[in-house]
């Protein structure tokens, strides 16, 4: 995991901050997916995982507060 975690990260460097000093001409731009993606894809994936924490910790907030609700009707019969 740290080598795909290390590889991604020199990759995603080199294309947001490197690539800009190379001329538009030159080779190592063809390696590379178009710039506007390096703002894109992780802003993407900062929603996605963003929406997923919230989805867990709002349906774990309403399974407790059922729990309660169902304990509470146990105390009151």
Known sequence: MMAAATTIFVYYTTWAILVPFFDASSPIHAWFPPREWAIRLPAF?????????????????????????????????
Request: no cysteine; proline share 0%.
């Open 45 to 77: 994936v900062l929603v996605v995982g963003l929406s997923a924490i919230g989805a867990f910790v709002g349906s774990t907030i309403i399974k407790e507060n059922r729990k309660q609700a169902q304990k509470a009707k146990l105390r009151a019969a």
